[in-house]
Structure formats: structure tokens, C-alpha cells
């Protein structure tokens, strides 16, 4: 049930507005800051599956070499930095479509949990990117017993 500012359930229009204004500025925050034309504010794509022990990030990196990533983790953060190089071709010819980006690019992902850096696992394979960040054993959740007497 929603409460409107009367106080009266019913349809609030201004949580409606600041819904819609939250959607917005969201997806104009997915856009290119302005004169930058070579990524996108969420470069690479990730994805981010978490378990009680460990989350996993993917990332798209095509084209992207072990030598030209930079990652670092710490606490409930971890960076991904890099380098596109741009397709070299011995061609002499003109670009007549150019969709794919290169040069230098950041991420920060917001993981939901502390991590352990000394555990941390990665591979790169075939443009993809997978970093395994286990959870530390002391700050796993842990069952506790109710006693009944």
C-alpha cells in the first residue's frame, strides 16, 4: 500500500516523478560523457554472480591482451583497467565503418561482501575476462542453534 503526502493510501504521484527522474538519470549515466568518443561509462560489460562463499565477475574484453590489463582488488571493490589497441591494417585504405572502441578504459565493480585478495582466481580466454573473489571464512555467514531450554 502506498501513502500518499495526505497521509490517505492511493496513487502518489510524486513517487511516480522521482521514480521516473531515478530511471532517467540512470540511463543517461549509460551514455558517453560528453567528447569522449572512444567508451561508453560501463566499459567492459560485466556481469556479477555471487554465492554465500564467493562472487564471480565476467567481463567482455575483445581484443584485449593479458599485457594490457590491470586489475587490483580491495575490501568490496574491484578495478579493471586496460588498453584497446586500435586494428592496424596494412591496407591502404579508409575506414568506412568503425564500431568497435580502443584506447584506455576503467571499471569499478561494488561487490556485496568483503573479499579475500590472497584467494582471488582469474582467467582470460577468448575476450573474456572471469575473476573468482572468495569470501573470507571469517566474514561468511554462520547458522546458529537456538536452544529450547
Same mark, same amino acid.
Given at each position: 500500500?502506498?501513502?500518499?503526502?495526505?497521509?490517505?493510501?492511493?496513487?502518489?504521484?510524486? %513517487?511516480?516523478?522521482?521514480?521516473?527522474?531515478?530511471?532517467?538519470?540512470?540511463? +543517461?549515466?549509460?551514455?558517453?560523457?560528453?567528447?569522449?568518443?572512444?567508451?561508453?561509462?560501463?566499459?567492459? %560489460?560485466?556481469?556479477?554472480?555471487?554465492?554465500?562463499?564467493?562472487?564471480?565477475?565476467?567481463?567482455?574484453?575483445?581484443?584485449?591482451?593479458?599485457?594490457?590489463?590491470?586489475?587490483?582488488?580491495?575490501?568490496?571493490?574491484?578495478? =579493471?583497467?586496460?588498453?584497446?589497441?586500435?586494428?592496424?591494417?596494412?591496407?591502404?585504405?579508409?575506414?568506412?565503418?568503425?564500431?568497435?572502441?580502443?584506447?584506455?578504459?576503467?571499471?569499478?565493480?561494488?561487490?556485496?561482501?568483503? =573479499?579475500?585478495?590472497?584467494? =582471488?582466481?582469474?582467467?582470460?580466454?577468448?575476450?573474456?575476462?572471469?575473476?573468482? +573473489?572468495?569470501?573470507?571464512?571469517?566474514?561468511?555467514?554462520?547458522? =546458529?542453534?537456538?536452544?529450547?531450554?
Amino acid at each position: 500500500m502506498v501513502l500518499t503526502l495526505t497521509g490517505r493510501p492511493g496513487w502518489d504521484p510524486f %513517487a511516480e516523478m522521482r521514480r521516473a527522474q531515478e530511471q532517467i538519470s540512470h540511463f +543517461l549515466s549509460e551514455l558517453e560523457r560528453p567528447g569522449d568518443l572512444t567508451f561508453p561509462t560501463a566499459f567492459p %560489460a560485466v556481469n556479477l554472480w555471487v554465492s554465500e562463499g564467493t562472487a564471480v565477475v565476467t567481463a567482455e574484453l575483445p581484443g584485449v591482451t593479458e599485457e594490457n590489463l590491470e586489475l587490483a582488488a580491495s575490501e568490496d571493490t574491484l578495478s =579493471i583497467r586496460g588498453k584497446c589497441e586500435p586494428i592496424a591494417s596494412s591496407l591502404k585504405a579508409s575506414w568506412h565503418r568503425q564500431e568497435r572502441n580502443y584506447g584506455d578504459f576503467s571499471r569499478m565493480v561494488q561487490l556485496p561482501f568483503r =573479499i579475500d585478495p590472497n584467494r =582471488i582466481q582469474t582467467r582470460l580466454l577468448n575476450g573474456m575476462l572471469e575473476v573468482e +573473489l572468495p569470501r573470507p571464512e571469517t566474514d561468511k555467514p554462520r547458522r =546458529i542453534r537456538v536452544s529450547t531450554g
